[in-house]
Every structure is written in structure tokens, then in C-alpha cells.
């Protein structure tokens, strides 16, 4: 299978006004990619497009909620309407809640899976439709929690478990059958995007992602990588991978981790205050058009990553044969960061 250069591509991105989605708009647009963008917030949409559009490039927001099939149909309609193909569609919007799974409401836990798993469901099938007969790059953005699972963010770990399920799927289904449309799975670590600022919070002071961290940009490398080069999945931070090989061969120790340590780590020393704005129901206004919070001790690179982006099976098995190690010094630094009593926080 042989994808487009980013420069002669129509690119679909969702959740394209903050964090990975606004970086990978960014950097796609510096590559000369045409772009159809779509968010909730129009007004936020609107800043975006002005913005690219003054640096010559060819870009037209769709405010889409992506948890309603007919807008998602609607933004590939407005898609081939403007550029009459679609080459890459990147599904990215997410959110997240913070608390006890038992705590949560179900209206809450409901609409998180509306947009994270069911966005992702309505923008698969409609990139394959469009993208069925001359092919392209379909790109579901995943989680390092696609496979290990962490506490206090029960709902969205889910989802990302379910999106692994479908992207692998319609991978297979679609190989089956020969369709020329490349799948891929990105999976970062705790990316330094607005990820807290916008998830809903449930426990009295304000979350936060544990140690290490790493800039939107790698994401958006990863996913722009992939719109050119077919790759099966993409984790994004060596600390993704570690996690993920840690979890499949010693879930139970993971388990023994998380309960020790994943608790405190997801608290902050910050109150949480009880008018506190989320964008898990509309989208937070205030903080459009972010990339990130710019936070202390992120990770501007990754040498897992770079290694494996559009690499041969034998030097990702290579590398792979590592990772269980890597999980094992993953814990110990995480240990180390910890705070005393940390664990008596939940």
C-alpha cells in the first residue's frame, strides 16, 4: 500500500482545536496537507481557519460533535464537497473523568463514551466509505490505556480499550477484502496537552497526569508519519510502551502498582473548585486554541518513538524485546517521584 505525500493530501482531523489535534493541524498545514477541521466550538474553528488560511493554506472548519453520526457524515459531505477526496481522516477528539468509577454518573460516563469510542466509530466508517476506492490513511488515536488500565480513570480507560477493539477490527476486515486503506493505532503516554483542564473532575482537587510526560508534538509526528507510511501502531513515548508490555506480562504486579502509586499520582495539591469548568458536555471556550500548559520536565523527544515510526517488523520485535525492562525502571523512577504519602491521598 502506498499513501500520498502530506503535500498532495486532504486531511479530515477531529478535535482540531486544542492539544493533539490543533499541533497535528499545525504542523500538517506547514507540510502543505489541505485541511477540513473539525471541533465543537465554531468560534474556536473559526480562529483556527483564519490562522491557517493567512499562511496560504487551504483549510475549512465543520463544527462536529462527533458523538452524532449525522454531523460526522456532514463533515465528510462538507469534505468532498471542498476537495472531492479525502486522503487521511485522523480521529482524535477525547475527553476524560477524573474519579471513582462508582462515583461517576451515568449521563457522565454515557457521553464520554459518545465521543471517545462512537466519535471514533462514525468517522472510521465514514473515511472508509470515501476513502474506499482510491485509499488513504485512516488514524485512531488511541492511549498507552488501550492496554493497561489505570484507577480513577475507569470511564475513559474503557474507551480506549474499545477503541483498540474496533481500530484492530475494521483493520482486518478491511485487509480481508483488500481495501486499499492503511489503519493505525496511536497510543501515547500522558501527553502535555490541556488533557486535565478539560476532563471532568469528581474528586476535590484538581487532576493531574503522572510523570513522564511528553509534548503534543511527538504525537503529531507519529500521526503525521502515519498518513504517509502504513503502520499497524504507533506508541507514542517509550513510557507507552514499557506500560503496555509491563501490563500484558505481569498484570498483576501492574495491578499492585496502580493501587500503590496511581492514586496519588492523578492528585494534585491544587483544590478543585466547585464551579469548575469541563468540556465534557460543550466545549470550554475559555481554553481553545491550546496547545498545551507548556508544564515543567516534558519530554520534547523520544527515542522509542522515533525508532520505530515506519520501521521494519524485525527492529520493533527488537525493541520490543526490551521493554520488559524498560517497565521495571518505568516503576522505580515512578516511585522515586512520588510523594510521601502519597498513597494515604485517596
Do not use: C
Not at 493541524?25 to 490562522?51: D, I, N, P
Not at 475527553?95 to 468517522?123: A, C, K, P
Not at 490513511?137 to 480499550?161: C, F, R, W
Amino acid at each position: 500500500m502506498r499513501l500520498k505525500k502530506l503535500s498532495e493530501q486532504v486531511v479530515v482531523i477531529t478535535g482540531a482545536t486544542s492539544g493533539i489535534g490543533l499541533t497535528t493541524a499545525r504542523m500538517a498545514a506547514a507540510r502543505g496537507a489541505k485541511l477540513v477541521l473539525a471541533a465543537r466550538s465554531e468560534e474556536a474553528l473559526g480562529q483556527l481557519e483564519q490562522e491557517l488560511r493567512a499562511r496560504g493554506v487551504e483549510a475549512f472548519g465543520v463544527p462536529t460533535d462527533v458523538g452524532d453520526q449525522d454531523a460526522v457524515e456532514s463533515l465528510a459531505r462538507v469534505a468532498m464537497a471542498r476537495f472531492g477526496r479525502i486522503d487521511t481522516w485522523v480521529n482524535n477528539a477525547g475527553i476524560s473523568i477524573y474519579g471513582r468509577t462508582e462515583q461517576v454518573s451515568m449521563d457522565d460516563q454515557r457521553r464520554l463514551f459518545q465521543t471517545n469510542f462512537w466519535g471514533v466509530v462514525h468517522g472510521s466508517l465514514e473515511a472508509v466509505k470515501h476513502m474506499r476506492k482510491h485509499g488513504g490513511a485512516l488514524i485512531n488515536v488511541g492511549s498507552e490505556v488501550s492496554d493497561v488500565t489505570v484507577p480513577l480513570q475507569g470511564m475513559y480507560s474503557a474507551s480506549k480499550h474499545a477503541v483498540k477493539g474496533f481500530t484492530d477490527a475494521i483493520r482486518m476486515e478491511l485487509e480481508k477484502d483488500g481495501v486499499p486503506v492503511s489503519v493505525t493505532l496511536i497510543k501515547p503516554a500522558g501527553i502535555d496537552t490541556m488533557f486535565t483542564v478539560h476532563a471532568k473532575n469528581y474528586m476535590d482537587v484538581e487532576p493531574k497526569l503522572p510523570a513522564p510526560l511528553y509534548a503534543p508534538e511527538l504525537v503529531a509526528e507519529a500521526i503525521l508519519s502515519a498518513a504517509e507510511t502504513p503502520q499497524r501502531d504507533i506508541f507514542v513515548g517509550g513510557a507507552a510502551k514499557a506500560n503496555s508490555v509491563g501490563g500484558f506480562h505481569m498484570p498483576r504486579l501492574f495491578d499492585k502498582y496502580s493501587e500503590a502509586f496511581m492514586f496519588g499520582q492523578q492528585r494534585s495539591q491544587q483544590r478543585s473548585a466547585k464551579d469548575r469548568s469541563d468540556a465534557l458536555h460543550s466545549p470550554d471556550e475559555s481554553q481553545e486554541l491550546k496547545q498545551g500548559r507548556n508544564l515543567p520536565n516534558t519530554h520534547r523527544s523520544s527515542a522509542y518513538t522515533r525508532l520505530t515510526m515506519g520501521t521494519n517488523p524485525m527492529k520493533l520485535a527488537l525493541l520490543g524485546g526490551g521493554a520488559l525492562m524498560a517497565a521495571w525502571m518505568l516503576s522505580q523512577n515512578r516511585q522515586r517521584q512520588d510523594q510521601p504519602g502519597a498513597q494515604q491521598q485517596h
